[in-house]
């Protein structure tokens, strides 16, 4: 075996899944059954055993409705060993284990796993803070120190504002200083990271076979240089509307399409594209950082593409050591096939072709 592998995915009392294990091989796994089989829920499962990351509003909606607790564990085999990575959901708080030792969600391999799935087009057609959270997500899986200094930042940025709120005008110069400390260190290194991101997702996106060019651009409230100025000049209005109003919590990822802003110019089709460029561009990232692939989850691989867009999907799960695809059909080439029903996941074999009809 080579690269990370999840061997196995167990869950209990997630969402729709029937509590079981399933194993997985190196390779394609694919997995198809209809709609709300719990083929999402599989992969949004292992994407938090994994990497400790997901975007559910509040983690209750993780867990079995009727029930109070939830668990997912992954077993990983990464660097030539096994590991056991466990979560625990409840209402509002979470446990993480590693190997059965305690450890803040953060310390869980977050290089592991790249999920791919229709939503992402919101990337695209959504508001700054979904691209914001998407760089801030990928720059906090390649350094922890962006994670921690990001953290830092957000609680300086609401004590800020708790202060604006107030009327604490005399206590801003304290707010300020740590703002543009933090604030300054994530520009930089969003800067830094931004100008690869954006080599290796126009790369993709040419890959992909679309003819206009993307270009992906940091648009920035204020600079690095100019930052503690900025917050001066604009603290009466600041006051005035109670919020911090510039600084990288506020700045945006454009994203442009040929000559145009692709949030109002993009077709569906074009906004998959796009977030499909970006999720490569993450993998490309991350495997660069961590020297192995990561794992690659798929969902909904055929919705809203055209087969050149399908077949780059195809190639790309074939290219890495593991991947996990759902459909409503079959996916080409898995060496495992799972069919989802109700929340169970069992071996299938691809449907029986059936002979074509010939009307005389
Ligand atoms: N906390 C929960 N408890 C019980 N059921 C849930 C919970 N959260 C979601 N579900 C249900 O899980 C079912 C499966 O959802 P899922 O998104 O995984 O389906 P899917 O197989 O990906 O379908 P599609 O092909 O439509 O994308 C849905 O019917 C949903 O209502």
Not at 13 to 31: C, S
Not at 140 to 146: A, D, E, K, T, V
Not at 240 to 266: I, K, M, N, Q, W
Not at 289 to 304: C, K, V, W
Request: glycine share 10%; no cysteine.
């Amino acid at each position: 075996m080579a690269g990370v592998l999840l061997t196995a995915l167990t869950t209990l009392n997630y969402r729709n899944l029937e509590a079981a294990t399933l194993n997985f091989p190196a390779g394609v796994t694919g997995i198809w059954g209809q709609n709300g089989a719990g083929k999402t829920n599989l992969l949004e499962a292992a994407y938090l055993a994994l990497t400790g990351l997901t975007d559910a509003p509040r983690l209750e909606v993780l867990v079995r409705a009727g029930e109070r607790e939830g668990y997912v564990r992954a077993d990983l085999y990464q660097g030539g060993s096994l590991s056991v990575l466990e979560t625990g959901v409840g209402r509002g708080r979470r446990t993480t284990r590693v190997d059965g030792v305690r450890v803040r969600g953060q310390e869980l391999p977050r290089g592991s796993a790249v999920w791919i799935r229709p939503e992402d087009s919101e990337l695209v057609y959504g508001g700054p803070a979904l691209r914001r959270a998407f760089l801030d997500a990928l720059l906090s899986r390649l350094s922890p120190r962006h994670a921690q200094v990001l953290a830092r930042y957000e609680r300086s940025v609401a004590q800020r504002n708790a202060g604006l709120k107030a009327g604490e005008d005399w206590a801003m110069g304290v707010w300020d200083e740590s703002l543009v400390t933090l604030g300054t260190e994530i520009m930089l290194l969003r800067r830094r990271a931004v100008s690869r991101l954006a080599e290796l997702a126009a790369e993709n996106h040419a890959a992909l076979g679309s003819g206009k060019p993307l270009r992906l651009e940091l648009l920035e409230t204020t600079t690095p240089d100019t930052f503690r100025a900025d917050l001066g000049r604009r603290r009466p209005e600041e006051l005035r509307r109670g919020a911090t109003v510039l600084g990288p919590h506020r700045d945006d990822l454009r994203l442009h399409l040929g000559d145009f802003p692709a949030s109002d110019y993009a077709s569906r089709g074009e906004a998959r594209t796009i977030a499909l460029a970006l999720r490569k561009a993450e993998l490309d990232l991350l495997q660069e950082r961590y020297a192995e692939p990561p794992i690659l989850l798929i969902d909904d691989f055929s919705a809203e593409l055209d087969p050149q867009r399908r077949q780059f999907l195809l190639d790309l799960a074939a290219s890495v050591p593991q991947a996990i695809v759902t459909g409503t059909e079959a996916f080409p080439g898995a060496v495992l096939e799972l069919r989802a029903h109700g929340g169970t996941f069992r071996p299938a074999r691809h449907p029986e072709p059936q002979p074509t009809q010939v009307h005389a």
